[in-house]
């Protein structure tokens, strides 16, 4: 079992469904700071407010917008935030996480646990995917440096006169 995070992280809900939006900040809240959007054309202007979230619980199936759409405008506005998809609607998980959500768990078969241990590991991958960006870009450098120096060596190689 993954630990909750230590500070309260803060969340934005988007779900449609009041039952749902009541249930799951019932759960979500007892770690996570929650606002919540019950529209995609909500949910957008509250992500780009410069509010400090640090996740988003979307729903796919949403009035006035797909959710599946507004990962990627999610993606454009704030780039890399994690995405956790909760939808009973029908999707291809391949294109939801192409899109950029990070998880995907299914309405009626999840548990308030497992939603709080889907979001909690989530923000955790994001944080180590961050810690380690650093690293991914040198090691990029590193790669291409070492790229460059093969080719060269290979052109000086070709110059030489053959051997015997």
């Known amino acids: 079992m993954t630990a909750p995070p230590t500070e309260r992280t803060k969340v934005l809900l988007v779900e ?33 407010s410069g509010y400090p979230f ?11 917008g797909s959710g599946l759409a507004l990962i990627e405008r999610f993606q454009t506005c704030k780039p890399g935030v994690p995405i956790l998809v909760v939808t009973g609607f029908a999707f291809d998980a391949a294109d939801v996480i192409n899109k950029g959500a990070q ?36 090691m990029a450098e590193v790669s291409e440096s070492i790229q460059k120096q093969s080719e060269l060596t290979d052109r000086r190689e070709e110059s030489l006169p053959p051997k015997g």
């Open 16 to 48: 449609d469904d009041p039952t749902m939006v009541l249930f799951y900040t019932k759960y979500l809240s007892k770690i996570f700071d929650v606002d919540t959007a019950t529209t995609a054309a909500d949910g957008l202007p509250k992500l780009a």
């Open 54 to 64: 640090q996740a988003v619980v979307l729903d796919l199936n949403l009035p006035n």
């Open 103 to 138: 998880d995907i768990l299914i309405k009626d078969a999840t548990a308030p646990q497992e939603l709080i241990e889907a979001l909690t590991k989530t923000i955790a991958r994001h944080k180590v995917r961050q810690a380690f960006a650093p690293v991914d870009k040198a």
